[in-house]
């Protein structure tokens, strides 16, 4: 089955800085890699995703890119804010309605002002 | 958008009691249903995949006499916690695939307490 691995699992930045989260996943056919913003007490929330046939996607202060030769995507986000601190989940599977998605590890991302 | 409503946010039970657990689709079919369990500091685990009229399907280590799952409609979607102790303290969080559209809606998350 799927394995998705992602680093760091703790990242503390500066207000205004750029943080990358890194993820590999071992599935070929997994072809759908969302990533999930997750704050505490509360569920997973989607901000954004990329699909195989797209290399890079990118909204606002987020993007996202996929290199399926090396079966590994990263999240980048931009001039980053407090708000931005949470856990930050990525996530694959085969898009396909039997098939579930798999979680990374979770990324702590603390941002300071 | 897809909505996944799901009920109750959160319980406390006591130790040796049943908890369910309901996950519902608004304004779409969910034929499939993912159950996921979340332990404090760590990721979203796949418990079991729920599949319409079928028995569910459960992930490597997961009790199935334990963990009840009954999907009876298109809509409605149930895990029952059976004989909980203070270990199935989670958070549990039910995932339903968009098909065609693409991506998965997620409930809203159930935080379960076993004192």
Known sequence: ?113 | GAVVSQHPSRVICKSGTSVKIECRSLDFQATTMFWYRQFPKQSLMLMATSNEGSKATYEQGVEKDKFLINHASLTLSTLTVTSAHPEDSSFYICSAPQGARGGYTFGSGTRLTVV
């Open chain 1, 1 to 113: 089955g799927e394995n998705v691995e992602q680093h760091p699992s703790t990242l503390s930045v500066q207000e205004g800085d750029s943080a990358v989260i890194k993820c590999t996943y071992s599935d070929s056919a997994s072809n759908y890699f969302p990533w999930y913003k997750q704050e505490l007490g509360k569920g997973p929330q989607l901000i954004i995703d990329i699909r195989s046939n797209v290399g890079e996607k990118k909204d606002q202060r987020i993007a996202v890119t996929l290199n399926k030769t090396a079966k590994h995507f990263s999240l980048h986000i931009t001039e980053t804010q407090p708000e931005d601190s949470a856990v930050y989940f990525c996530a694959a599977s085969a898009n396909q309605a039997g098939t579930a998605l798999i979680f990374g590890k979770g990324t702590t991302l603390s941002v300071s002002s």
